[in-house]
């Protein structure tokens, strides 16, 4: 047995608990010392622990994870930072010409993989304290695709270029004007083609400070593709970006290829990443344990495969059970569906934007989706039905009812843990089993409850503003693009969740998206935003999944079609059969069964 011990820093306290993984561990009691304590932090050495799991139980702080995987994964380690840190089995194998797409839960070894070929960390092979040299590595990897790479990397004659997950970070290190900057970079003399498919000229004259994280994410992705480069390495190219910015995103990227470029892209929008790729390496593991790197399967497989939590091939199942997409949403549990909140016909204007929202009403036990490009006024709708903005004089959005809103941006101003912040929202209800059941559990929260507000990451963040949105009491659940910074299973996770706060409260929920299979998996109905962003925008009135779907897909000109064995919801690609075919008939959505 292979084993792997990671130790979290960050909730070991010795002191506070008395080192009771010393105390407790067997292989201390028989003199041999499994766990060394180095300036008050418990190192595991793997090679005397026997695994018995005991440490883990005794730990109060969740600070300790021993995992036993098979020994012939030994031989597969491609990196581990440092003792009882993270470790990655395998790597993916790109290839040019092809669209190498990484699907894997958030701390799972996706951006580990990017850095390492980008040769931003140099692979160690497990040894972090003997790190072998280029010619070892490339030995390591003989007779395979991965040989040349890092014979290519080693020698410095493979230029690379990655765009890192973080552009709101990109301010800090660069400054300038976004056009500017780009001028500078274009090697490939495509500056004039991207600024038109990613819609720069708007801010072309803009310094980058100003920027907001979506028009910062297309100035990143222009910039990686200007450069002259044999890899171009994206991590998470959709982030902040609408339905519509994503897609051509996807279509720019993918024109990478026909000048036979190695391309691998990390994302967790399930239908972008299906229509960004060719082929798909699925992360598994334990997140911020370890990671395995499946083998490379075919797009429509591979996402298939993740979802089922099943690899056939390697006859693995790395999840209990699997993500099921349903046709329409399934009806059980559903309320009578009394009004429980109506709106007339509201206007709201700023100095150079403004909004006008359609009569409309939402049900007791139903989810409204939101749909809409950004900077259309998806927000300032919600915040005038949270009661943060007042509407102009035509029209009022007043309703006595208890509000519950999750804002689009998260700040971690909260002084105090997890728990204290959940506490003082949930107030009696958080000692109980339906609140730990039904919202910390699905949302994986729990393991975050000692931890303090203000150290927590983007995506940590977000479960516990989801969390603390949903502990509250209220009538009217709104929630801003509560998906951002969450891998697939934590969108699904989360949309789960809400669909059964709504159902079992018998309240309503708003939720704004943009990604459409999440969309597709939580909404019982959609409100449709169109216009001109920036100048002006149209809230229509609630309407069917359906009929909103076909409304906001047609307007996107894009066509979706459901996969025949998951049912998920999958972007066909433009000018093929499926495609025409649907926009003849108007049914941007899916072809219903019997008209197929």
């Excluded at 009806?331 to 204007?349: I, N, P, Q, V, Y």
């Excluded at 998806?378 to 009812?401: I, M, Q, R």
């Excluded at 069917?544 to 066509?559: D, P, Q, V, Y």
Aim: aromatic share 8%; net charge positive.
């Amino acid at each position: 047995m292979v084993r792997v011990a990671v130790l979290d820093e960050d909730r070991c306290k010795p002191k506070r608990c008395g080192r009771v993984c010393y105390r407790f561990c067997p292989p201390v009691r028989s003199r041999i010392e499994a766990i060394l304590f180095e300036n008050d932090k418990p190192i595991v050495v793997e090679t005397l622990c026997v695994g018995c799991g005991i440490c883990v139980k005794k730990c109060p702080f969740n600070a300790l994870s021993i995992v036993n995987l098979p020994d012939e994964l030994e031989e597969e380690c491609s990196h581990r930072f440092g003792a009882n840190t993270f470790k990655l089995f395998r790597l993916p194998i790109p290839s040019s010409g092809v669209v190498l797409g990484l699907l894997g839960q958030n701390g799972i070894g996706k951006t580990t993989a990017l850095n390492i070929f980008s040769g931003e960390v140099k692979l160690n092979l497990g040894n972090y304290k003997e790190s072998p040299n280029w010619p070892e590595l490339v030995h390591h990897f003989r007779g395979s695709t991965l040989q040349e790479y890092f014979q290519r990397l080693g020698d410095n004659k493979l230029k690379v270029v990655h765009k890192p997950q973080y552009v709101d970070n990109i301010p800090r290190v660069v400054s300038g004007k976004a056009g500017e900057l780009l001028e500078k970079i274009d090697e490939r003399d495509k500056l004039k083609l991207l600024s038109e498919e990613l819609q720069l000229r708007t801010i072309w004259d803009r310094p980058l400070n100003v920027l907001s994280g979506g028009e910062l994410q297309r100035v990143a992705i222009a910039a990686t593709i200007c450069r002259d480069a044999d890899v171009y390495l994206f991590d998470e190219p959709s982030s902040y970006l609408d339905v519509n910015q994503r897609l051509q995103a996807a279509r720019t990227i993918r024109h990478l290829k026909e000048d036979e470029k190695t391309v691998i892209v990390a994302e967790h929008d399930l239908a972008i990443l299906d229509y960004l790729s060719d082929q798909i390496c699925i992360f598994y593991g334990m997140p911020g344990v370890y990671g395995i790197v499946s083998h490379v399967h075919g797009v429509r497989v591979g996402i298939n495969i993740y979802l089922e939590g099943f690899l056939p091939d390697e006859n693995v199942r790395f999840r209990k059970k699997p993500i099921i997409f349903h046709a329409k949403p399934p009806a059980a549990g559903r309320t009578t569906g009394e009004t429980l909140l109506k709106w007339g016909e509201l206007k709201k204007s700023y100095e150079e934007f403004t909004l006008s929202v359609e009569p409309g009403e939402a049900n007791r036990g139903e989810v409204v989706g939101i749909l809409g490009p950004n900077g259309i006024g998806k927000t300032t709708f919600v915040k005038l039905l949270a009661g943060v903005e007042k509407p102009d004089e035509k029209g009022s959005s007043k309703h006595k009812l208890s509000v519950s809103y999750k804002p689009q941006y998260i700040s971690a101003e909260y002084e105090g843990t997890v728990e204290d912040l959940l506490k003082s929202v949930a107030k009696k209800d958080f000692e109980s089993s339906w609140h730990r059941s039904e919202i910390l559990q699905p949302l994986n929260v729990l393991a975050l409850l000692d931890r303090n507000v203000a150290e927590l990451s983007g995506g940590e963040l977000q479960k516990v503003a989801i969390a603390a949105c949903l502990s509250q009491k209220a009538e009217l659940y709104l929630l801003d693009e509560p998906s951002a910074y969450l891998d697939v299973e934590e969108r699904l996770s989360m949309a789960r969740t809400i669909r059964r706060v709504v159902e079992s409260r018998n309240v309503t929920a708003f939720v704004v998206e943009h990604d459409v299979v999440t969309q597709d998996f939580i909404a019982d109905r959609l409100i449709i935003f169109s216009g001109k962003r920036g100048v002006h925008g149209v809230a229509g009135p609630p309407t069917s999944l359906r009929k909103g779907m076909n409304a906001f897909l047609k307007e996107m000109k894009i066509t979706f079609r459901r996969d025949l064995v998951t049912k998920r919801p999958r972007v066909n690609k433009e000018g093929s059969k499926l495609d025409r075919h649907q926009k003849k008939i108007a049914e941007y959505y899916y072809v219903p069964a019997r008209e197929k």
